[in-house]
């Protein structure tokens, strides 16, 4: 029931979602629901049944404070705390990448892969820039026999990711390491024992950084960042995963839409020791995935 002098949720929305139209940010109603979900600790359904719910003035003047800088251009999940991947929920605060629907495609390689595995012995898995460990935590929760390496330059991504892993109870199935990709994993003694080598590295062309969209600005450069051409990450993992991958062990890298030829390229200096690449689209048709194995 609405107080006297108290706005009520649904008036709440209803100005949020025309202010967020008016500045042009993508589902505006949904935005405005799921900030309100947050603040006011209800679920949205909640919103539309029976009377409508009064919201305090302090909770009413931070709703519209959160609006308005999702409005500038601050990431949703950056406002709520929180983002789906895979059917998960994570745990994502400012400073740690948001992972992407794209991604999604990646670890669906990962667990078509692993389920073969799988059936014969419990598959070793290395992910490197965890990020959230939204790819380790999918990976874990799908494949129940799966032990996976979780690595992050970021001490703060390292710090989240083990919260999702505890948060989605897969702890015990991912051990988090920080340092730069495969260093941590010197005297871990899985020199060419290993299953499967994902990663989504950053990617994006250093001179394309300051074209991103404001939203996107908003995440760490050294999370996006690929270097003069994009590549830096894929010329140190690719023949650097020979050391740590059994014969016949994966390789599944995320890539740029239009790094498929040359990441394929850099494979391909290392021909005699890695199967023909395969490339995957994402939903939208655009080359997403690169995927070769140890001969
Ligand atoms: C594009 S994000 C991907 C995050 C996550 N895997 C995902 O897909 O949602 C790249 C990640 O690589 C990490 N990173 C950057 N440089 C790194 C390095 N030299 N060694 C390990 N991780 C690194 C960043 O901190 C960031 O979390």
Redesign the pocket.
Known sequence: MTKLHEPGVRTLIKWATCYLKSKKIDSPRLTAELIAEKIIGRKRVWFYIGSEISVDKKKASLFKREIRRRARGVPLAYITGEQQ?MGYKFFIPPG?????AD?EVVVEKCIEILNRIANHHSPIVI??????G??AVSIAKKIKNAFVYA????SL?IKVAKYNAKSNKVQKRIEFLL???FLPLEFKNLENRVDLIV?????IERKQMRFLPPEVKKE?D???NGGKEGLN?YKRIIPESLKWLKKGGNLVL?IGYNQADKVKKIVETKKNLFTPVQIINDLNGNPRVVVTSKK
């Open positions: 991947f740690v990448y948001i992972p992407r991604t992910d490197l820039g965890t990020g959230s939204s790819i690595i992050d330059i970021s991504a340092g730069d990709l990663s989504n590295p950053p990617y760490p050294f999370a996006l990450f995320e």
